[in-house]
């Protein structure tokens, strides 16, 4: 269509995301975030191996009831996901929490997913595509970690402008994530081929739901243990960071692995609603986790 999405989101929208956080990010938060090396392994071990763990099992159940087979592949395909690049960065912003982390362990996770997530795709779902690394691995790299160095270069220019006139970063952040999820449901719905039971799509709904908000709570409850030592902030940044998965990467790495794959669009459809449904989720969550984070550093 007119928006062009595959030069526009692809490239523009992330990037633009990422030159935001690095514009409006303290230079000496973000490297204070780097060494805490404690958060970043539990946010990385909670996605990449006790989430799609976690969902196996689950679906080793479901596999007996009567919801389509591709829908409970897709919702495995989630399960394999890095983090996301966007959504949680905005979301642990817009609560107050360690934003410096969840930009690590965005930027991060990606990166580890490039390697990951197609060996855990192949691990549980199987398939015999070759992926290419380099190229997705070079696009992350653009997309990135570039931006986020140039806005940090930027701001070092115009930082007393910056603290002075205080831009409304969070809300740019929002409005080209909410670009990115529109072209991402017109392109899959907009498939011929896509064979929906509503059943179906409306069990996968529930349980998507279901484990968002378990997990959550789960990282919550593990995160706020007395000898965690991890402060209220840093709580909010594992919070989104372990529980959110990537449409951006996911997307064109499962048109990689399952190229040439008759089902495809069904595989996709629980990542579609799951991006959206974390950043719903999310947003009706910021009052709540927002006051809990105040009263807990009183």
Same mark, same amino acid.
């Given at each position: *269509? =007119?928006?062009?999405?595959?030069?526009?989101?692809?490239?523009?929208?992330?990037?633009?995301?990422?030159?935001?956080?690095g514009?409006?990010?303290?230079?000496?938060? !973000?490297?204070?975030?780097?060494?805490?090396v404690?958060?970043?392994?539990?946010v990385?071990?909670?996605?990449?191996?006790?989430?799609p763990?976690?969902?196996?099992?689950?679906?080793?159940? @479901?596999?007996?009831?009567? %919801?389509?087979?591709?829908?409970?592949? /897709?919702?495995?395909? %989630? *399960?394999?996901?890095?983090? =996301?690049?966007?959504?949680?960065?905005?979301?642990?912003?817009?609560? /107050?929490?360690?934003?410096?982390?969840?930009?690590?362990?965005?930027?991060? /996770?990606?990166?580890? *997913?490039?390697?990951?997530?197609?060996?855990?795709?192949?691990l549980?779902? *199987?398939?015999?595509?070759?992926? =290419?690394?380099?190229?997705?691995f070079?696009q992350?790299?653009?997309?990135?970690?570039?931006?986020?160095?140039?806005?940090?270069i930027?701001r070092?220019?115009?930082?007393?402008?910056l603290?002075?006139?205080?831009?409304?970063?969070?809300?740019?952040?929002?409005?080209?994530?909410?670009?990115?999820?529109?072209?991402?449901?017109?392109?899959?719905?907009?498939?011929?081929?896509?064979?929906?039971?509503?059943?179906? !799509?409306?069990?996968? %709904?529930?349980?998507?739901?279901?484990?968002? @908000?378990?997990?959550?709570?789960?990282?919550?409850l593990?995160?706020?243990?007395?000898?965690?030592?991890?402060?209220?902030?840093?709580?909010?940044?594992?919070?989104?960071?372990?529980?959110?998965?990537?449409l951006?990467? /996911?997307? =064109?790495m499962?048109?990689?692995?399952?190229?040439?794959?008759?089902? !495809?669009?069904?595989?996709?459809?629980?990542?579609?609603?799951?991006?959206?449904?974390?950043? !719903?989720?999310?947003?009706?969550?910021?009052?709540?986790?927002?006051?809990?984070?105040?009263?807990?550093?009183?």
């Amino acid at each position: *269509g =007119p928006l062009k999405p595959e030069i526009t989101i692809t490239y523009i929208a992330v990037s633009a995301i990422f030159f935001n956080s690095g514009l409006s990010l303290k230079t000496e938060e !973000l490297t204070s975030a780097l060494m805490h090396v404690k958060l970043h392994l539990f946010v990385q071990i909670f996605t990449l191996v006790f989430f799609p763990t976690a969902i196996w099992l689950f679906l080793q159940l @479901l596999s007996i009831t009567p %919801v389509n087979e591709w829908l409970l592949k /897709g919702l495995q395909t %989630v *399960g394999c996901m890095p983090p =996301p690049v966007s959504s949680a960065v905005i979301l642990t912003k817009a609560v /107050g929490g360690n934003e410096a982390a969840a930009i690590f362990n965005s930027a991060f /996770g990606s990166f580890l *997913g490039i390697i990951i997530t197609p060996l855990l795709l192949l691990l549980f779902l *199987g398939s015999s595509s070759s992926v =290419p690394f380099t190229s997705i691995f070079s696009q992350l790299f653009m997309t990135v970690v570039v931006p986020l160095i140039i806005g940090q270069i930027v701001r070092r220019y115009i930082k007393d402008w910056l603290e002075r006139k205080k831009p409304p970063f969070g809300a740019i952040s929002s409005c080209v994530l909410l670009m990115i999820i529109y072209t991402t449901f017109c392109d899959t719905f907009a498939n011929p081929n896509i064979d929906l039971d509503k059943f179906s !799509l409306i069990i996968i %709904v529930f349980i998507i739901f279901s484990v968002q @908000l378990s997990f959550m709570f789960l990282t919550f409850l593990f995160s706020t243990r007395n000898n965690s030592g991890f402060t209220a902030a840093d709580t909010v940044a594992i919070i989104f960071c372990s529980t959110h998965k990537s449409l951006t990467l /996911g997307i =064109p790495m499962l048109k990689i692995v399952f190229a040439g794959y008759e089902h !495809l669009s069904l595989i996709s459809v629980p990542l579609l609603i799951y991006h959206p449904a974390q950043i !719903l989720l999310g947003s009706l969550l910021v009052p709540t986790i927002k006051s809990w984070m105040v009263s807990r550093q009183k």
